[in-house]
């Protein structure tokens, strides 16, 4: 139950309106920031979908650099490996020849 | 509501005016977080005074560690307004505003939230997250106060 002075402050806190053109700038307002914000998430989409591209591009370059070496490896054990059987056969009739001479 | 309570917090229209714009983006930003229901209005203005409450507390305080501010003048220590020829209950509840607006943010905002909105002690703790019993002390301090502050410059009046 409110005394006299008590109504006495609901009168002094009465409702107050704001001025004519708030509801319009409040409304001005929320457009602005729901474009700004639609912008915010393009912006963000955009910024995903770039990494995405950049990782996608990386690994990609990574695999592609890994299959080079491999077939490069795989190159250079084969030229060896003929070198190696080459000089060998050469040796062997080198070796035949010593051989050979020497009986 | 949300404006009323704005101003009578921090008694500058084009503050109370921006503090409520603050508050209606929000809402705007939050919309579809209130589901359709029976209590959908009462969660709204529940929410809407929760916020412009704490939003007024966030304001003062700003300005505070701001220099040069407007609101940094006590409206206590004004002279009371001069009123000649007006009713006598204008002239009293200009006092009361200034005595209001001169009292620290929590207890203000409690007796803004309790006689404005006419809102009751449980609701206020529940909307500035503070003990009811805190409510409650807060609300017959200021009215001690103003009691005395009003009589002292106006007779007393209970």
Redesign the interface.
Same mark, same amino acid.
């Given at each position: 139950m409110m *005394? *006299? %002075?008590?109504k !006495?402050? !609901? !009168?002094?806190? #009465?409702?107050? *309106?704001? #001025?004519p053109f %708030?509801e319009a700038?409040?409304l001005a &307002? &929320?457009k602005r *920031?729901?474009r700004a914000?639609r912008a915010n998430w393009q912006m963000w989409w955009a910024s995903a979908v770039a990494a995405s591209l950049l990782i996608v591009t990386g690994s990609a370059w990574q695999y592609e650099k890994g299959v080079r070496e491999r077939a490069a490896g795989e190159q250079a054990k084969a030229r060896l490996e003929l070198a190696l059987k080459v000089t060998s056969v050469k040796l062997q009739k080198i070796s035949q020849k010593v051989e050979h001479i020497q009986n | 509501m949300v404006f009323s309570i704005a101003y009578h917090f921090l008694r500058e229209r084009s503050a109370a005016e921006e503090v409520a714009q603050d508050v209606f983006l929000q809402f705007h930003r939050r919309f579809d977080d209130f589901r359709p229901g029976p209590d959908r209005e009462k969660h709204i203005s529940h929410w809407l005074r929760k916020v412009a409450s704490h939003r007024c507390i966030d304001y003062v305080r700003k300005q505070r560690t701001q220099p040069a501010s407007g609101l940094a003048v006590s409206l206590e220590d004004a002279p009371p307004p001069s009123v000649a020829g007006e009713p006598a209950d204008h002239f009293l509840n200009q006092r009361l505003e200034s005595l209001i607006a001169s009292l620290p943010e929590k207890p203000r905002m409690v007796l803004i939230l309790r006689y404005q909105e006419d809102l009751m002690p449980e609701e206020i703790a529940s909307l500035l997250d503070m003990p009811v019993r805190t409510v409650k002390s807060h609300l017959q301090r200021s009215l001690e106060m103003l009691r005395e502050k009003i009589g002292r410059s106006m007779g007393n009046i209970r």
């Open positions: *005394d *006299d %002075f008590e !006495q402050i !609901q !009168q002094a806190l #009465s409702r107050k *309106d704001p #001025s %708030f700038r409040v &307002a &929320a *920031d729901a914000r | -």
